[in-house]
């Protein structure tokens, strides 16, 4: 097993009801920047549960992060920020309101031009404006994490970057607030899990026994419960674990102590940067690709999977293949198309144009050997059409 350290001082709330906790997880006294998305936390009737039970603190609301959360608009959330003196973020929504606020609280105090943060991808360790999170849309792990994507809309870049001050203080997680998400929303999220935990998992075979295991029980479960939640989100069991198999999927636990991937998702970004397709929709059209294209150095990890996951046997090479063709069908039960074209007919200079700004940024050895070269990252874009 590789070393490791392991760091994460979330306290996560998780459970029915437990929003009626929020007034002791926000620091006394705090004034709070109340951050959200679109509005649907009005529809469901979350904003009025922050609201009655943050009774005494000084609120300011800002609205309008959207999907796949625009620097441009967080910007705007920093200058609220320094001229109404908050001292504490709450987040209430998806990875989207989540990520936008991890951005904002590194920003509010960083030295220099915050869009070096994304550009530079640097580390934010200290002076963060501290917050915490509502949880209302269960896929990303950013409630549990200190990593964040965000997008510059002039230049059509999606970066992430992170650091160990961007932990959220406290996540409160309660699996009802599934039951007003599109079942887009709720596909969404069960795809992307699955992807996280596999770019954590899908690598070669290693001493992570544990690490392994861990993973594989989050695929199961995500594989057993998944079709379900999107027909019966009001079911309890089906919601709750749902939404611990999300946090736990990138919370840091599995990713320890063994080589990781990512290169899936930073192929998946450039989609979404290009083409506004919901994130987790890019992994289900790259992912498999990737597995086809790296097969040679994934095939051992594809047929452990491949046996432990989907019972299958036969050769290294038969379990191999099934397994890649086991995962599409099952992205496409939890209702993905899996085809760049089937979002969009411009696609024909789609990967060159990736190829020449990974490029550019010097990202010319992806994935858990590095073996993952301009080369083969044109072949997994294009397999991707
Ligand atoms: O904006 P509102 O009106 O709130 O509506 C949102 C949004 O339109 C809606 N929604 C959220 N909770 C709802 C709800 N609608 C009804 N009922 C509820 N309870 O859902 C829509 C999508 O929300 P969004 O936050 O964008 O979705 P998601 O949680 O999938 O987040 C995706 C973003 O997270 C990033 C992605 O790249 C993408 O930008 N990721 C962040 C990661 C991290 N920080 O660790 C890792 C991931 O790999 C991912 O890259
Ligand atoms: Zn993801």
């Not at 625009?70 to 309101?97: C, N, P, W, Y």
């Not at 452990?304 to 496409?332: P, W």
Request: with cysteine; charged share 20%.
């Amino acid at each position: 097993m590789l070393n490791f350290e392991l760091y994460n001082p979330t306290k996560l709330v998780f459970g029915k009801g437990q929003i009626n906790k929020l007034s002791e997880l926000v620091p006394k006294g705090a004034k709070i920047l109340l951050a959200y998305g679109g509005g649907s936390i009005f529809k469901n009737g979350i904003h009025q549960q922050v609201i009655d039970n943050l009774k005494g603190f000084e609120i300011v609301e800002f609205s309008g992060i959207e999907p796949n959360p625009h620097f441009e608009t967080l910007m705007k959330a920093v200058e609220v920020i320094k001229a109404e003196k908050i001292d504490f973020i709450l987040a209430v929504g998806g990875g989207s309101v989540i990520d936008g606020v991890k951005f904002i609280s590194g920003a509010v105090n960083f030295d220099g031009n915050p869009i070096d943060i994304l550009q530079k991808h640097l580390l934010i360790k200290e002076n963060a404006v501290p917050f915490g999170t509502v949880l209302t849309l269960p896929a990303t792990g950013s409630e549990m994490n200190s990593g964040s994507v965000v997008t510059i809309a002039a230049t059509q870049e999606k970066l992430a970057f992170g650091g160990s001050a961007l932990f959220p203080q406290f996540s409160i997680c309660d699996p009802t607030v599934i039951q007003s998400l599109p079942k887009r929303q709720l596909q969404n999220g069960v795809v992307d899990a699955f992807t996280h935990v596999m770019e954590q998992y899908l690598t070669y075979p290693h001493e992570g026994y544990l690490q392994d295991r861990i993973a594989e029980g989050i695929l199961q479960t995500l594989i057993e419960v998944g079709p379900k939640v999107v027909d019966n989100p009001a079911d309890y069991a089906l919601a709750s674990n749902f939404m611990w198999s999300c946090t736990m999927a990138l919370n840091g636990l599995i990713q320890k102590g063994v080589p990781n991937d990512w290169a899936t998702h930073m192929i998946g970004h450039e989609l979404t940067a290009l083409y506004g397709i919901d994130h987790a929709r890019t992994l289900a059209i790259i992912g498999p690709n990737l597995y086809r294209v790296l097969f040679e150095t994934k095939k051992e990890k594809l047929a452990q999977y491949g046996k432990r996951i989907f019972n299958l046997s036969g050769t290294v090479d038969e379990i191999a293949n099934e397994a890649i063709n086991k995962t599409v069908e099952f992205f496409h039960t939890m209702g993905m198309d899996t085809k760049l074209s089937q979002y969009t007919d411009d696609y024909s200079k789609t990967a060159d144009f990736i190829v020449n700004r990974f490029d550019e940024r010097g990202w010319k050895a992806m994935g858990e050997r590095q073996n993952i070269t301009l080369e083969k990252l044109k072949a997994i874009v294009e397999m991707s059409y």
